[in-house]
């Protein structure tokens, strides 16, 4: 027997070969017989109809949304800010979203930050397919971006976009997307909150927001953003763009937030002709009023938008809006009090910042002339007329 052989065998015998260290377990032996059980029954029908009826909804609004919804692969070497670019910098997949068909021209809307600083993009559809997309258009201040591929497979169509007026908080809402590169996935929640707002993009000018935002408990996690929020006709009713976390996370906590479908509505199809979006513009630097700084700051009114800075050669400025003059501290934070307060836009009541941003950014666009109506600082109310720019 040659030495390989003999290993071979020794391997076996040692497979085989009881172990000295082992206790053997005795046989088990037979107990009684335990008496039959019948399984528990099913739940009536009358029960479980409902249930089943939803469950229903959601497999056909899935097979039919879901060729709509695409992931994209983002590929771009990307350096620090203000950082001399390098030649010949190896490519390499830095990034990964969701998106959806939103015409029958191959256009797909996403977000911005999941394009941002690309320079490739590959779109991957429900069936496996695969297409490199051009960027089209991008408006980092709604975080919406429009990218385009040549060629669609077979059996995809564009997403709708809902045209009701409001959303309603309880409504259902089913999200579709690929987090963690998990690809079409749906989760379903509801509408947990209306007119939310974001932190928007800094410029020379002031820190801006993204209004009108839509909340959700529906789970959205890094991935899904870009990918559509639906309600139960599979209408589009938000883009997911963000989700709310706690220190040290980066996954769902139970709260996210969707760019609303009539900020879809007005932006995308101005990105898809013209690349880029025009966002109306006062002017101001504004801090909300409510009771208590009111009272702290000893301002007239308890309720709206204290000016607190006119940009020069702005609408506002040309309108004549006047600013603070008088340093005041509040929170630790120096503010000049003393400028006129907006209470009212077009005869609509305007409680704080967030809510007058949000009204014009929905009902308005550049060159349109708004009345605002105003609590000056010697208490007497005014209206003045102003004529809307685009941000600088």
Do not use: C, K
Not at 377 to 387: I, K
């Amino acid at each position: 027997m040659s030495a390989f052989q003999t290993q071979v065998a020794l391997m076996a015998t040692a497979q085989t070969a009881p172990q000295a260290t082992a206790t053997t377990r005795p046989p088990m032996t037979p107990g009684p017989i335990l008496p039959a059980i019948a399984p528990q029954p099913t739940l009536a029908p009358a029960l479980t109809d409902v249930v089943e009826r939803q469950e229903q909804l959601l497999i056909e609004l899935y097979q039919r949304a879901s060729p709509a919804v695409v992931s994209i692969d983002v590929v771009g070497g990307r350096l620090p800010p203000n950082h001399p670019p390098i030649p010949g910098l190896p490519e390499r997949r830095s990034g990964q979203g969701s998106g959806f068909l939103f015409d029958d021209q191959g256009h797909i809307v996403t977000n911005h930050h999941v394009v941002e600083g690309a320079t490739r993009l590959q779109v991957r559809f429900f069936d496996g397919t695969t297409a490199l997309a051009d960027l089209i258009g991008v408006d980092p201040h709604s975080d919406l971006a429009v990218i385009r591929v040549l060629e669609l497979p077979p059996g995809v169509a564009p997403l709708n976009l809902s045209t009701a007026a409001e959303l309603a908080v309880g409504q259902t809402a089913i999200a579709i997307g690929s987090p963690f590169g998990e690809q079409n996935t749906l989760t379903v929640g509801v509408i947990s909150g209306l007119g939310r707002t974001l932190r928007g993009p800094s410029r020379a000018f002031g820190n801006y927001s993204i209004p009108n935002i839509v909340q959700t408990d529906a789970a959205i996690n890094p991935g899904n953003s870009g990918g559509p929020l639906l309600n139960v006709r599979g209408e589009v009713v938000g883009v997911n763009t963000a989700i709310a976390v706690s220190q040290g996370s980066n996954s769902f906590e139970g709260i996210g937030y969707a760019v609303p479908a009539h900020t879809v509505a007005r932006v995308v199809p101005t990105l898809i002709t013209a690349g880029h979006y025009d966002h109306p513009w006062m002017g101001i630097s504004m801090y909300s009023v409510d009771a208590l700084n009111a009272d702290l700051l000893e301002l007239a009114v308890g309720r709206g938008v204290l000016i607190l800075d006119v940009h020069p050669g702005s609408p506002a400025y040309q309108a004549g809006l006047r600013a603070g003059d008088i340093p005041r501290e509040l929170d630790g934070r120096t503010m000049r009090v003393g400028g006129d307060i907006i209470i009212a836009m077009n005869g609509h009541p305007v409680a704080d910042s967030d809510q007058l941003v949000g009204l014009i950014e929905r009902y308005h666009s550049v060159d349109d002339t708004i009345t605002l109506s105003l609590v000056q600082p010697d208490g007497s109310q005014a209206e003045v007329e102003l004529t809307l720019e685009a941000r600088p």
